[in-house]
């Protein structure tokens, strides 16, 4: 959208690829590369209870609790 553009047109490009893998979905975590067969189990490494989604590793790992 013309919002996002605006938003990511002065970050430097390796911030912007960042946010545009989080917000697809396309990054590097356990979901993502099982889809695309590079990871065995989409399963978190780290809790080895649900699956490693952006979500998941950003909030309710409770691997990652603080």
């Given at each position: 959208?013309e919002?996002?553009?605006?938003?990511?047109?002065?970050?430097?490009?390796?911030?912007?690829?960042?946010?545009?893998?989080?917000?697809t979905?396309?990054?590097?975590?356990?979901?993502?590369?099982?889809?695309?067969?590079?990871?065995?189990?989409?399963?978190?490494?780290?809790?080895?209870?649900?699956?490693?989604?952006?979500?998941?590793?950003?909030?309710?790992?409770?691997a990652?609790?603080v």
């Open positions: 959208s919002t996002f553009k605006k938003l990511i047109a002065d970050l430097p490009r390796k911030h912007t690829t960042i946010l545009v893998q989080l917000c979905g396309h990054i590097p975590l356990k979901r993502h590369l099982h889809r695309i067969c590079r990871a065995d189990t989409p399963i978190c490494p780290c809790c080895r209870r649900h699956p490693e989604t952006v979500q998941h590793f950003l909030l309710p790992c409770p990652h609790a």
